[in-house]
């Protein structure tokens, strides 16, 4: 093995929104640096560890999202617990699932609330009528977005328990207990595509810790998960997209330690998924209450937090929001955000300032 490592530099794009740049010392010994990337979830999965088990520890974050993916989240997979919850259940019947799927209800219910219900767990019948994930470019005639909006309630979806008792804090799970999700109608169906991929770096750090990896920087799709320290003693630098640029421009970066604690940024923006029809863009983030994609004036929200699914819902629904409440709500949950407007102004909560860098000068701060 060769004492001087090599130095791991750059921005790698992940995903069309968020890239990570990844250093290791010069002339560091600890730990050799190891980057792969894989695919899964429909984007880009790229790690970078630390550890004495580099390639091994690396393949197993790639497997862990995989597995999250196929056996879990996904609503195409057929097997997966939402696709089965999706195609099996049964109205006012309540279905079993995994202490895991309740939790992540249950969030996904508790942001949304905080935000006027605009973060849908149940947007799938809405976002399959737009298509836009598949590559439609062209909008749906007016009826048939009324009539999938129709079916776009998250007040109707229900965690219980054995006894029928309706839980509404993820607090009040215990992983030994049994737990139904309960639909008050048929038509309705469960899509994770706000918070599936925050999700995913959550189930991560887990991993990375089973694993005893010293350090790591996880990026899947606009999720980015850092984890532990890197030998040199050096923060994690985020790259954040130009939104209104070309695939590999970025507009600033963020910097932050992970070694107290995990840290998850995660981006969502109008640019990551569109078409443009009659000079207007069209993008994948839609609201369930207009049945059209978020026309706030946000196009790119960047959340800082201790949570990968909190940090990738709120992403979302800062998009959702006008700027000034999407601030509130983000403080709310004790979380950090940076967003840009279509006019390039910035607005940031206090941390996020003190870790942000501008590099792209078209860019101001408000």
């Known amino acids: 093995m060769k004492n001087k490592l090599a130095l791991l530099s750059g921005i790698l794009c992940i995903g069309l929104v968020i890239a990570f740049i990844f250093y290791t010392g010069k002339d560091n010994q600890k730990k050799k640096g190891y980057t792969t990337t894989g695919f899964a979830m429909g984007t880009a999965v790229t790690v970078s560890v630390y550890s004495d088990q580099g390639r091994q520890d690396a393949d197993a974050v790639i497997d862990c999202v995989s597995r999250l993916e196929r056996e879990q989240i996904s609503w195409r997979i057929e097997g997966a617990e939402v696709y089965r919850v999706n195609h099996e259940y049964k109205a006012g019947e309540p279905y079993e699932i995994s202490y895991d799927l309740a939790s992540a209800v249950l969030q996904g219910k508790e942001v949304s609330a905080a935000g006027d219900d605009l973060l849908a767990l149940t947007i799938r019948p809405l976002a399959s009528c737009w298509g836009i994930e ?3 470019k062209e909008v749906p005639e007016t009826q048939k977005i009324e009539e999938a909006c129709s079916v776009v309630n998250d007040s109707k979806v229900h965690i219980v328990d054995e006894q029928g008792k309706e839980l509404t804090q993820v607090s009040e799970l215990s992983e030994d207990g049994t737990w139904y999700v309960l639909f008050d109608e048929t038509g309705l169906s469960l899509d994770f595509g706000a918070m599936g991929k925050g999700i995913a770096c959550d189930r991560v ?3 990375l810790e089973e694993n005893q990896v010293e350090g790591a920087c996880v990026a899947v799709g606009g999720s980015v998960l850092c984890y532990g320290a890197k030998p040199d003693g050096s923060g994690f630098r985020i790259g954040i997209r130009d939104p ?31 078409f443009i029809q009659d000079g207007k863009r069209y993008h994948h983030i839609l609201n369930p209450k207009t049945g059209y994609p978020a026309d706030t004036g946000t196009i790119s929200a960047t959340v800082i937090c201790e949570s990968g699914a909190l940090s990738d819902a709120l992403s979302t629904m800062c998009i959702l929001l006008p700027a000034d409440r999407a601030l509130k709500l983000v403080k709310s949950f004790d979380a950090d955000v940076i967003l840009i407007d279509k006019d390039k102004n910035i607005y940031m909560t206090e941390q996020a300032g003190k870790q942000f860098t501008i590099t792209n000068g078209d860019y101001k701060v408000k």
């Open 134 to 136: 598949d590559g439609k």
């Open 205 to 207: 750090a887990e991993r």
């Open 244 to 274: 209104r640029g070309n695939e590999n421009d970025m507009m600033g970066t963020v910097e932050v330690r992970s070694d107290k604690h995990p840290v998850y940024i995660s981006t969502s923006g109008d640019y990551e998924k569109y």
